[in-house]
């Protein structure tokens, strides 16, 4: 694969191919998703030639290196099916060290004119710092579900009306403390009592009947343990009616016993929740003002974190099917609201990351009072549509430390596109058009980026300047001259592209700032001067430039600046001994 295909154009191939930015463009060819280009900035990031990086990804075996391989296949093949954008998080070694990086990449579907699909792919390294974070929060859950274990006793001694162990091998049920109404229950059962039936008949006999299905449900061991999977313990929240009267309960659902077991509390939380029920009145209009209820937002929720208890404050969807939709669930147990959302509107690949993301858990962990929290996902409306979505949560703690969330949906699909033009903007002010190397405002802003900053101990700074250029304008037109400087381009790219950055800085002046041991360094050059002497063009049949390249390790003390001046200095000192060589005059090509 790493020569050019009739797949792309070469505006395609060399646009893509210099860009500094990590990516990469696949193609489904024969059935197998293949890569076609790969930038010179994933090159640098994997240390790799363009030749290495194609004939790995196109090899036998592309996820080798991977960490999570079949979680991998399992992305890709769903990528190559459908039109779902892409967005995956990975572990990889890299190097023939194998160093160990996490990689995020995002990747979308584009569409040429003749109805060809192609995947540009772009990735991004994540920091140590926030890889051994992943991993310390898995080590957190862990100590959490132990911490959880020692605390069975004495929660059940203080907390619960009634507590239930459910053998997870054969559902069997078997009663640890009941109240009065529990007693009772368990009479009517008989002897031997099993989960589907202990809640079946709790849920007839004692649970309000708007609430009763809710309830229901975790007499389903199936249901119960795919509902652990995302939280853990597993809370919800139901009313109950006690001598004619509407008293609000919390079942706790907890594995115990390396999973045997499953724990089932049952407490009374009636004065908690009419507490925070008859404050919320009065709170509504903060959370809304904090929310910023605008047309933004599709819909407005208030979230008590503690009962998980979801409400809808606002629906601006105007008179759509998802809008009445929306205005039937109105309020109730958060859990299942979002997971009845989830599973209806959000996308399946974005599914598993959604139900993490918004867990009560996982928010409470992840926010802090008065910063926007924000979760983009993909969504298919009623009518059909597929949007980007953001939603968004605003955590707010009160004076007596209740923690509520206000969370708000909105439509990004004008946003993405922002952010794409924005990119071709930068693109446009940033590259050069003619050769496709950063021009010198980027090389500037480069410049500006390093000042009071120490050069890596690798770092090489080149620097060129065409020779005969004005002689090759005057004599054979401006035509002969660009191909001069389109040439000098791409060998400089071909040979230094995948090591550092490229510039034009100037009509004929090129520079070049790389990483290069000084075993390498003679090597690169040697390489590079035979693909000058080695170019041929339409209108010229040989390219001569001057170059002058320094190394940090020859002067540590020198700054970037000083490093660019030794360069230049280099570089014109060889143009004139090229001059003298040639028995030419540089000013007026004569001889």
């Not at 507590?163 to 009479?187: A, C, S």
């Amino acid at each position: 694969m790493g020569d050019r295909t009739v797949l792309f154009s070469d505006e395609i191939y060399d646009h893509y191919e210099t860009s500094m930015i990590p990516l990469g463009i696949c193609y489904v060819e024969n059935g197998r998703f293949r890569v076609h280009i790969v930038s010179d900035g994933i090159c640098k990031m994997y240390r790799f030639t363009r030749e290495e990086m194609l004939r790995r990804l196109n090899g036998p075996d592309p996820f080798v290196n991977i960490v999570e391989k079949d979680e991998m296949v399992d992305a890709v093949r769903a990528f190559s099916e459908d039109d779902e954008p892409y967005d995956v998080v990975f572990h990889e070694y890299v190097g023939e060290d194998r160093r160990l990086i996490t990689v995020h990449c995002t990747g979308f579907h584009v569409y040429t004119d003749d109805g060809r699909r192609y995947s540009i792919l772009l990735y991004d390294e994540v920091s140590d710092k926030i890889r051994r974070n992943l991993f310390k929060d898995e080590e957190k859950e862990i100590e959490e579900r132990d911490r959880l274990r020692s605390e069975i006793d004495d929660a059940i001694a203080r907390s619960y009306t009634s507590v239930i162990y459910v053998d997870t091998v054969d559902l069997t049920v078997h009663e640890v403390r009941l109240n009065k109404f529990g007693r009772q229950i368990e009479k009517d059962l008989g002897d031997k009592l099993y989960l589907k039936d202990a809640m079946d008949t709790y849920a007839k006999k004692l649970v309000h009947p708007d609430d009763a299905e809710g309830v229901i449900c975790f007499g389903d061991y199936d249901y119960v343990m795919s509902r652990l999977r995302n939280n853990n313990p597993l809370f919800h929240t139901y009313r109950t009616i006690r001598n004619g009267k509407i008293v609000y309960y919390r079942l706790k659902i907890i594995p115990f016993d390396g999973g045997k077991k499953l724990i089932y509390g049952f407490e009374f939380f009636d004065d908690q929740v009419r507490d925070r029920l008859a404050r919320e009145a009065e709170r509504e209009m903060q959370m809304t003002l904090l929310a910023g209820l605008s047309c933004e937002y599709e819909t407005i929720w208030l979230v008590d974190a503690d009962i998980h208890h979801g409400k809808l404050i606002r629906n601006n969807m105007g008179n759509t099917r998802s809008s009445v939709m929306m205005n039937e669930m109105t309020e109730g147990n958060y859990d299942v609201l979002l997971e009845n959302y989830i599973e209806q509107y959000v996308v399946p690949r974005d599914r598993a990351r959604m139900y993490a993301e918004t867990s009560i858990k996982s928010l409470l962990r992840n926010t802090r009072d008065d910063v926007l929290y924000h979760i983009n996902y993909s969504r298919i409306n009623e009518e059909g549509e597929q949007n980007y979505m953001q939603l968004v949560y605003s955590r707010v703690t009160d004076d007596m430390g209740v923690v509520r969330f206000v969370c708000g949906f909105r439509n990004i699909d004008e946003v993405i596109a922002e952010e794409k033009k924005k990119i071709a903007l930068y693109s446009m002010a940033h590259i050069d058009g003619m050769t496709n190397l950063g021009n010198r405002r980027s090389f500037d802003e480069y410049m500006d980026s390093c000042k009071g900053k120490e050069p890596d101990e690798s770092l090489v700074f080149f620097s060129f300047d065409l020779n005969e250029l004005k002689y090759v304008n005057d004599t054979f037109g401006h035509e002969a001259g660009d191909e001069l400087i389109i040439g000098a381009a791409d060998c400089i790219r071909r040979e230094l592209g995948p090591f550092g950055h490229i510039y034009r800085t100037g009509g004929d002046e090129f520079t070049a700032i790389v990483s290069c041991d000084t075993d390498t360094l003679d090597e690169m050059i040697s390489r590079l001067c035979e693909r000058f002497d080695n170019w041929k063009g339409v209108c010229n049949k040989s390219l001569s430039i001057a170059m002058g390249s320094v190394g940090i390790w020859e002067n540590t003390e020198m700054t970037l600046e000083d490093m660019r001046r030794v360069a230049e200095k280099r570089m014109y000192e060889d143009k004139k001994a090229y001059y003298i060589r040639e028995g030419k005059d540089r000013r007026n090509n004569s001889w």
